[in-house]
């Protein structure tokens, strides 16, 4: 144990000793010093606040909260609430925000780890594709005053949550400047799994499956009419937006119901091959905000998510309406070859690739082989899981989708990791976001 997680771990035995950090957080003090902090007191539409206090609770009651969590919890529940703040105060100089057409969006979604992220950042090499960056869902309006410095604010922001989470790089580079996942938008609403990745807070997620997606993806639209309208007040052309996101999955209908003529693409790995590496991001996502994890119940809890993700797959081909059939993109014809699995979806929904954009995908391709990831070192026992078990429980995914098992787990990774002086007898590796 590092010197710093030692001193984090006496702080919280001993804030815990005096009840601190089982103390409530109620929503409306939260509303009260956002509203002060942002000289502004409009929210519009309230209907977060049930949402964020059923946060609030489940963050307190469930998560194991340690001081980091607590006070990182607070730190994003006001950010949120001030960029809603700011928001609202934009829409109210100019209505015209609202009616910005958002038209024929791009989903990209599917099993984490299977390759979302590698075939999102390569979209982004054709200039007239849109995605929204880390720091413009962070802060998505500059300050009121003084320099706009958002991009070195949240490059600091990063490298704090890297100093906390030193691993997490390696497993999920991300920057400043990287396409965001939609679930960071989704979050202002208080309706995003991204907390149930961040928090162990199963009461939220049963609520969360229960209530539906469709006032998350309501927002999401808002935010990204938001960003476009700065985009054509600063000159910049609407551009077509690209989106992405694994959790997209649990959500198809909430999509079709928002955008009509949405765009989805659906990217199929094995899941065997993906399991472990979701389980170990969860893991050093959640340690620096908890006092206790269990590695094995989350193995076990993203299993059974994920597999839930995979017959919703199933379920939105064979009957969910669109304006356009669903685009399927294979792991492994990502990786083999990027630039035809870029032009395939190109085709696929009859758009052009120019010669431009096919010089910057060689270039993308030539400097990040495989999205610039490395693999890892899994073992199936350190998160409860079973090869042969997970095999049997996704086969119909992999039948529906024509999916090609990646080799047995051993053999993989001893492939990768050989002459690493690394035992691979029970070990995956997972190299593609």
Not at 68 to 90: C, E, I, K, P
Not at 208 to 230: E, I, T
Not at 297 to 302: A, K, L, M, P, V
Request: hydrophobic fraction near 40%; charged fraction near 25%; include cysteine.
């Amino acid at each position: 144990m590092s010197v710093q997680a030692a001193a984090l771990s006496i702080a919280d035995a001993m804030a815990n000793c005096l009840g601190l950090l089982q103390r409530k957080l109620r929503a409306e003090d939260l509303l009260r010093a956002a509203r002060r902090g942002a000289g502004a007191d409009d929210f519009g539409d309230m209907s977060f606040l049930d949402p964020l206090q059923l946060l609030l609770d489940a963050c307190v009651e469930e998560a194991s909260l340690s001081i980091v969590g607590r006070l990182a919890l607070r730190w994003d529940t006001m950010r949120f609430l001030s960029n809603l703040l700011q928001l609202r105060a934009a829409e109210r100089r100019v209505p015209a925000i609202t009616r910005q057409p958002i038209e024929r969006p791009i989903f990209i979604t599917g099993l984490p780890r299977s390759g979302t992220t590698f075939l999102h950042r390569l979209l982004m090499a054709d200039r007239d594709n849109r995605a929204p960056l880390v720091w413009q869902t962070i802060y998505p309006y500059p300050p009121r005053d003084g320099a706009d410095r958002r991009v070195a604010r949240v490059t600091r922001q990063l490298r704090a949550f890297e100093r906390l989470a030193p691993r997490f790089r390696g497993l999920h580079p991300l920057f400043a400047t990287s396409p965001q996942e939609c679930s960071e938008i989704t979050a202002h609403a208080f309706r995003s799994l991204r907390f149930d990745t961040t928090y162990r807070i199963p009461s939220y997620r049963t609520w969360l499956d229960a209530a539906g997606h469709v006032p998350a993806y309501q927002f999401h639209k808002r935010f990204l009419q938001h960003l476009q309208f700065q985009n054509a007040t600063a000159g910049t052309a609407a551009g077509r937006w690209v989106l992405k996101c694994p959790d997209h999955v649990f959500a198809l209908d909430a999509i079709r119901t928002v955008y009509k003529d949405a765009r989805l693409v659906f990217v199929h790995r094995d899941p065997v091959n993906v399991l472990l590496s979701v389980a170990q991001l969860t893991e050093v996502v959640r340690r620096p905000f908890t006092r206790h994890l269990d590695p094995i119940e989350i193995g076990r809890q993203e299993s059974a998510r994920w597999l839930d993700g995979t017959r919703r797959m199933m379920d939105a081909e064979a009957g969910l309406e669109l304006a356009e059939p669903i685009c399927h993109v294979h792991h492994l014809d990502l990786i083999t070859d990027p630039l035809a699995t870029v032009e395939s979806v190109y085709r696929h929904f009859g758009l052009t690739l120019s010669l431009d954009t096919r010089t910057r995908l060689d270039r993308m391709v030539a400097q990040q082989p495989g999205g610039g990831y490395a693999p890892h070192a899994y073992r199936f026992e350190d998160h409860g899981l079973d090869a042969a078990v997970e095999r049997a429980k996704f086969r119909d995914y992999m039948v529906r989708f024509g999916i090609q098992p990646e080799g047995a787990p051993d053999q993989a990774a001893a492939a990768a990791l050989s002459g690493r002086g690394v035992d691979a007898s029970a070990a995956t590796q997972t190299p593609t976001g």
